[in-house]
């Protein structure tokens, strides 16, 4: 599987570990492991669904790192019945940790001037490895550690080494002359890494005061002086001086580089041991108190905090004792030594306990919560006694807020509603400048005042909510509370107002879905009649409580289904209302809906009225109705003979007809379930038309008449036109159908106009006329041949 490599600094935050697998149909089990021991920190999973049994689950680790986690490996264990081994995936986390402390060493006693010094600082067990500086007051030079003398030159050597346990200790080297300029001065170490400036931590420090014995350092002043020997004045000269010890053995006063008798009190006053120059006299020391860090700390970090109680003036300049108070009253007095018995001197023999060896001008207030905040001040002591107390330096800590609370209103929550969210302390810790963290489960809110309200209330504020107080010091405890949101019956699916249901259904069924927290119950009538399956068997109820559906926003639901057969439906009986009805809840009273049911069947016993229509050409025939039963009613159209549409409802009408639009015509009678059709015979009738012409009938001459017509009871008259007289013809006719025969008697002169007049039910056509010759008889009988059936 392999592995990552994290890099995170001690100490830190929680640092979350996440790892993804699939999540197989039968769940997998989660293992999170610290090389081969299993741990015991706060663990969450979590899981989504994807369909089929597969999903993608989440494991997250929460851990505190610390030092014991050095070279440590963690690890995700997936076991599962789908998974022939299990499935691992390790991180190695590289832990910085700060130095376990500093140590500095290399003088026991006292040193003598001209001596060279070595000092060695080493901090102990940091990743990564510490940096050390020193300082005496400020950072060491050749200018600041034994003033210009170019003998006191200084040398830092510096080395790192590694430990077993993956830090290193820092080892440094501090070398230099000894001069009289570092009697009495604080020599510092400090050592820190990454770790303690991201933390804004104060550095490791230890120090260690110098005793450098020399001789005096004499300066006489005035270095010239000018006086009138009749003057009469006394002339005062100065020897000062500073020794260590500072205790004098003998004065010597020369003149001109021979010695003076200062014992002639005639002449010289002063310049003895018994009688040492006034500026070399003890006097008490005034002092300060440094700071550091000198800004405001916060106590949840435990910061170490280091007064040092600074001399500014003083004669000896060393501080044998040091007083410290806060507020005004005494805290310490160091060194405290505890010798177990003293020799014939007074001094005391022993280690004197842990606090003698101290520098007692340092103070080091470590963990530093706000109960060590306050103004603090010190007080010196030297050979000449006790100084004044220091101004009052104060240490600020900041501090979070007391422990947060959260309450909300009104007690009872509704949807659609409105609730106020309100978080307090008692205490709002140090600065007072407090702002809130708002969270609803693991989402935070952009809400950062003491209160705000939610409306309207919908289901994603049934969760858990919760507050933390912040400040500058940091965060107060939070405060949760759970939201539970409650819903009044409402109908997330209502019945449809109307529904047809087919006469030969095998089960008809209705739904509905009502939302309602806390859950109520669903019932059905008919007819304003209970359902009750239990008494009435032809009805089966199924209902099924729903869980809330964050997608839609939607709460908890019953979902309710009527069922029953459509075997049981009468096509001709009436509709019926079925109702869906919920009971009320605590907080709200119940909803219903209704449905009216109808019994649907496809059309049937369609019918035209009347099946034939006559209809004369040039005139409207009569319209004709179409009808048909069915459910849902019926929806008509006609078609002609060409399958064209030509009306959309039930009648046929057609304001003028000619002959092409004799035919069938049909009525189409539809609803959802089908179709059925019915047809009508539209009959254009029309008075004959005629055409007229000579031919061969049974090897006769004649004259034949056909027509087109309709109705086809055609009727045949022969006339001839002889001095504008219209002469019937009766005899040597033959009407066969639409045709009339005239035959010509070849015996005798047949010349003359002949005309055909027709006639029908409809009325008469246009005569047909034609004039017979010899010649157009002749020509006429050669073009056409008639069969012995008479046809053409």
Same mark, same amino acid.
């Given at each position: 599987?392999?592995?990552?490599?994290?890099?995170?600094?001690?100490?830190?935050?929680?640092?979350?570990?996440?790892?993804?697998?699939?999540?197989?149909?039968?769940?997998?089990?989660?293992?999170?492991?610290?090389?081969?021991?299993?741990?015991?920190?706060?663990?969450?999973?979590?899981?989504?669904?994807?369909?089929?049994?597969?999903?993608?689950?989440?494991?997250?680790?929460?851990?505190?790192?610390?030092?014991?986690?050095?070279?440590?490996?963690?690890?995700?264990?997936?076991?599962?019945?789908?998974?022939?081994?299990?499935?691992?995936?390790?991180?190695?986390?590289?832990?910085?940790?700060?130095?376990?402390?500093?140590?500095?060493?290399?003088?026991?006693?006292?040193?003598?001037?001209?001596?060279?010094?070595?000092?060695?600082?080493?901090?102990?067990?940091?990743?990564?490895?510490?940096?050390?500086?020193?300082?005496?007051?400020?950072?060491?030079?050749?200018?600041?550690?034994?003033?210009?003398?170019?003998?006191?030159?200084?040398?830092?050597?510096?080395?790192?080494?590694?430990?077993?346990?993956?830090?290193?200790?820092?080892?440094?080297?501090?070398?230099?002359?000894?001069?009289?300029?570092?009697?009495?001065?604080?020599?510092?170490?400090?050592?820190?890494?990454?770790?303690?400036?991201?933390?804004?931590?104060?550095?490791?420090?230890?120090?260690?005061?110098?005793?450098?014995?020399?001789?005096?350092?004499?300066?006489?002043?005035?270095?010239?002086?000018?006086?009138?020997?009749?003057?009469?004045?006394?002339? *005062?000269?100065?020897?000062?001086?500073?020794? &260590? @010890?500072?205790? +004098?053995?003998? /004065?010597? =006063?020369?003149? $001109? !580089?021979?010695?003076?008798?200062?014992?002639?009190?005639?002449?010289?006053?002063?310049?003895?041991?018994?009688?040492?120059?006034?500026?070399?006299?003890?006097?008490?020391?005034?002092?300060?108190?440094?700071?550091?860090?000198?800004?405001?700390?916060?106590?949840?970090?435990?910061?170490?905090?280091? *007064?040092?109680?600074?001399?500014?003036?003083? &004669? @000896?300049?060393? +501080?044998?004792? /040091?007083? =410290?108070?806060? $507020? !005004?009253?005494?805290?310490?007095?160091?060194?405290?030594?505890?010798?177990?018995?003293?020799?014939?001197?007074?001094?005391?023999?022993?280690?004197?306990?842990?606090?003698?060896?101290?520098?007692?001008?340092?103070?080091?207030?470590?963990?530093?919560?706000?109960?060590?905040?306050?103004?603090?001040?010190?007080?010196?002591?030297?050979?000449?006694?006790?100084?004044?107390?220091?101004?009052?330096?104060?240490?600020?800590?900041?501090?979070?807020?007391?422990?947060?609370?959260?309450?909300?209103?009104?007690?009872?929550?509704?949807?659609?509603?409105?609730?106020?969210?309100?978080?307090?302390?008692?205490?709002?810790?140090?600065?007072?400048?407090?702002?809130?963290?708002?969270?609803?489960?693991?989402?935070?809110?952009?809400?950062?005042?003491?209160?705000?309200?939610?409306?309207?209330?919908?289901?994603?504020?049934?969760?858990?909510?919760?507050?933390?107080?912040?400040?500058?010091?940091?965060?107060?405890?939070?405060?949760?509370?759970?939201?539970?949101?409650?819903?009044?019956?409402?109908?997330?699916?209502?019945?449809?107002?109307?529904?047809?249901?087919?006469?030969?259904?095998?089960?008809?069924?209705?739904?509905?879905?009502?939302?309602?927290?806390?859950?109520?119950?669903?019932?059905?009538?008919?007819?304003?009649?209970?359902?009750?399956?239990?008494?009435?068997?032809?009805?089966?109820?199924?209902?099924?409580?729903?869980?809330?559906?964050?997608?839609?926003?939607?709460?908890?639901?019953?979902?309710?289904?009527?069922?029953?057969?459509?075997?049981?439906?009468?096509?001709?009986?009436?509709?019926?209302?079925?109702?869906?009805?919920?009971?009320?809840?605590?907080?709200?009273?119940?909803?219903?809906?209704?449905?009216?049911?109808?019994?649907?069947?496809?059309?049937?016993?369609?019918?035209?009225?009347?099946?034939?229509?006559?209809?004369?050409?040039?005139?409207?025939?009569?319209?004709?109705?179409?009808?048909?039963?069915?459910?849902?009613?019926?929806?008509?159209?006609?078609?002609?003979?060409?399958?064209?549409?030509?009306?959309?409802?039930?009648?046929?009408?057609?304001?003028?007809?000619?002959?092409?639009?004799?035919?069938?015509?049909?009525?189409?009678?539809?609803?959802?379930?089908?179709?059925?059709?019915?047809?009508?015979?539209?009959?254009?009738?029309?008075?004959?038309?005629?055409?007229?012409?000579?031919?061969?009938?049974?090897?006769?001459?004649?004259?034949?008449?056909?027509?087109?017509?309709?109705?086809?009871?055609?009727?045949?008259?022969?006339?001839?036109?002889?001095?504008?007289?219209?002469?019937?013809?009766?005899?040597?006719?033959?009407?066969?159908?639409?045709?009339?025969?005239?035959?010509?008697?070849?015996?005798?002169?047949?010349?003359?106009?002949?005309?055909?007049?027709?006639?029908?039910?409809?009325?008469?056509?246009?005569?047909?006329?034609?004039?017979?010759?010899?010649?157009?008889?002749?020509?006429?009988?050669?073009?056409?041949?008639?069969?012995?059936?008479?046809?053409?």
């Amino acid at each position: 599987m392999g592995s990552n490599d994290w890099h995170v600094a001690v100490p830190e935050p929680e640092t979350d570990f996440y790892i993804f697998v699939p999540l197989p149909t039968n769940g997998a089990h989660r293992h999170a492991r610290k090389t081969e021991n299993v741990l015991r920190p706060t663990t969450h999973y979590t899981a989504i669904e994807e369909g089929a049994g597969i999903g993608t689950g989440t494991s997250k680790l929460h851990i505190t790192v610390s030092r014991g986690d050095l070279l440590s490996k963690f690890s995700c264990r997936v076991e599962s019945e789908a998974l022939d081994e299990p499935t691992i995936k390790s991180v190695s986390v590289d832990v910085n940790v700060r130095p376990v402390g500093i140590k500095l060493s290399g003088v026991s006693r006292y040193v003598v001037q001209g001596m060279n010094v070595q000092l060695n600082c080493d901090a102990f067990r940091a990743k990564p490895p510490s940096t050390i500086r020193w300082t005496n007051g400020s950072s060491l030079t050749d200018e600041n550690l034994g003033k210009n003398n170019v003998d006191n030159r200084v040398s830092i050597i510096t080395d790192v080494l590694a430990e077993k346990d993956g830090t290193y200790t820092t080892k440094s080297s501090l070398t230099f002359k000894a001069s009289h300029w570092e009697n009495g001065r604080t020599i510092y170490c400090f050592g820190e890494n990454e770790v303690i400036r991201k933390n804004g931590e104060p550095e490791k420090r230890d120090s260690i005061i110098l005793d450098v014995r020399h001789p005096p350092v004499i300066t006489v002043s005035p270095l010239n002086i000018t006086v009138n020997e009749s003057a009469n004045r006394n002339v *005062l000269l100065k020897c000062n001086y500073f020794a &260590n @010890p500072q205790e +004098l053995k003998s /004065v010597v =006063w020369l003149k $001109d !580089g021979r010695t003076l008798a200062v014992n002639d009190t005639s002449k010289y006053v002063g310049g003895t041991l018994v009688n040492p120059p006034p500026h070399n006299q003890p006097h008490t020391p005034d002092v300060e108190v440094i700071m550091k860090p000198s800004k405001p700390v916060r106590s949840i970090e435990k910061t170490t905090v280091n *007064l040092e109680c600074n001399l500014t003036t003083g &004669n @000896p300049a060393t +501080l044998s004792k /040091v007083r =410290w108070f806060l $507020d !005004g009253e005494l805290m310490k007095e160091f060194p405290q030594c505890n010798y177990s018995s003293y020799n014939e001197n007074g001094v005391g023999e022993g280690n004197g306990g842990p606090f003698c060896g101290l520098d007692p001008s340092i103070l080091s207030l470590e963990r530093v919560d706000e109960t060590f905040a306050g103004n603090y001040t010190c007080q010196g002591q030297n050979v000449a006694g006790w100084g004044p107390e220091s101004e009052p330096k104060e240490l600020i800590v900041y501090y979070p807020p007391s422990p947060a609370k959260l309450r909300y209103f009104p007690s009872k929550v509704v949807k659609g509603g409105s609730v106020t969210l309100e978080c307090s302390v008692d205490n709002p810790g140090r600065p007072d400048n407090v702002t809130y963290i708002w969270m609803r489960g693991s989402h935070r809110l952009s809400e950062d005042k003491p209160s705000f309200t939610i409306s309207p209330v919908g289901l994603g504020t049934r969760a858990n909510f919760t507050c933390v107080a912040t400040n500058e010091g940091g965060a107060s405890v939070s405060a949760a509370v759970y939201i539970n949101v409650n819903a009044p019956p409402a109908f997330i699916q209502k019945l449809s107002p109307y529904q047809g249901v087919l006469y030969n259904s095998e089960y008809i069924n209705l739904t509905c879905i009502v939302e309602c927290y806390p859950v109520c119950s669903i019932g059905w009538s008919k007819d304003g009649a209970r359902i009750n399956p239990d008494t009435d068997p032809r009805y089966k109820i199924e209902t099924t409580i729903l869980p809330p559906d964050h997608h839609k926003y939607d709460f908890d639901s019953v979902n309710s289904t009527l069922i029953w057969s459509g075997k049981q439906l009468n096509k001709s009986g009436t509709h019926s209302i079925y109702k869906c009805e919920s009971m009320s809840n605590s907080i709200g009273p119940g909803v219903s809906s209704s449905i009216e049911i109808a019994v649907d069947y496809p059309p049937e016993d369609v019918v035209v009225s009347p099946k034939t229509v006559n209809v004369i050409e040039k005139k409207a025939p009569v319209s004709v109705k179409c009808h048909g039963n069915g459910h849902p009613a019926l929806s008509y159209q006609w078609k002609n003979p060409k399958h064209e549409v030509v009306s959309r409802n039930d009648e046929l009408l057609i304001l003028e007809v000619n002959r092409s639009h004799t035919g069938f015509y049909h009525c189409e009678a539809s609803n959802k379930h089908g179709t059925k059709t019915a047809s009508v015979l539209i009959n254009v009738q029309y008075p004959p038309e005629c055409t007229i012409s000579i031919v061969k009938k049974d090897s006769r001459s004649a004259i034949l008449c056909s027509v087109r017509a309709n109705s086809q009871d055609v009727k045949f008259v022969w006339t001839t036109r002889e001095a504008n007289e219209s002469i019937p013809l009766t005899s040597e006719t033959r009407q066969e159908g639409l045709r009339s025969y005239f035959f010509l008697d070849s015996s005798i002169d047949t010349s003359g106009l002949y005309v055909c007049n027709t006639s029908n039910s409809v009325g008469e056509g246009i005569p047909c006329e034609i004039k017979v010759t010899e010649d157009t008889k002749r020509k006429s009988t050669a073009n056409k041949s008639l069969g012995s059936n008479g046809s053409n």
